[in-house]
């Protein structure tokens, strides 16, 4: 009983490590934390009362997400290496300049959300919240299926 559990219990913390070899995985979970902070400041653009504080801490941390995810896409993770499905078009890697432009306005783009958020300027946030969500639509058109 004691040798089952322990493997089991190998198993199970030996899961996540697998899974952050994956890089399909790896770019998704953090493209899924990006999603989930965009949309909490999304609300907070939308919403009558408006947390400064809160909304500057989610923009300096959608700044750090928007560094991370792009290790996460070596050539051929598109066509089936992984185990995960993926919505990531061959563009990518077939239209490189462009990836690497697009990453490079996202990146731009979110520092800038991140400076204006620091100066608390409600007005100024909302129309650069606005850039953000511009940036990342045109990547998805470009380079993700839907």
Avoid: Y
């Amino acid at each position: 009983m004691k040798k089952i559990l322990m493997l089991s219990l190998c198993a199970v913390l030996a899961g996540p490590t697998f899974a952050a070899d994956d890089p399909v995985v790896a770019r998704q979970t953090i493209f899924k934390q990006f999603k989930k902070d965009a949309a909490a400041m999304g609300k907070m653009v939308k919403a009558d009362t408006f947390n400064k504080d809160e909304f500057s801490k989610l923009a300096s941390h959608l700044d750090e997400l928007a560094q991370q995810p792009w290790q996460h896409f070596p050539a051929g993770s598109a066509s089936g290496q992984s185990k995960q499905k993926t919505d990531a078009k061959a563009e990518i890697w077939s239209k490189s300049a462009d990836w690497t432009k697009a990453i490079d306005n996202l990146k731009a783009e979110t520092a800038k959300l991140k400076q204006v958020a620091a100066n608390g300027d409600v007005a100024s946030i909302k129309i650069q919240f606005g850039a953000v969500q511009k940036t990342c639509k045109s990547c998805h058109d470009s380079f993700r299926k839907d």
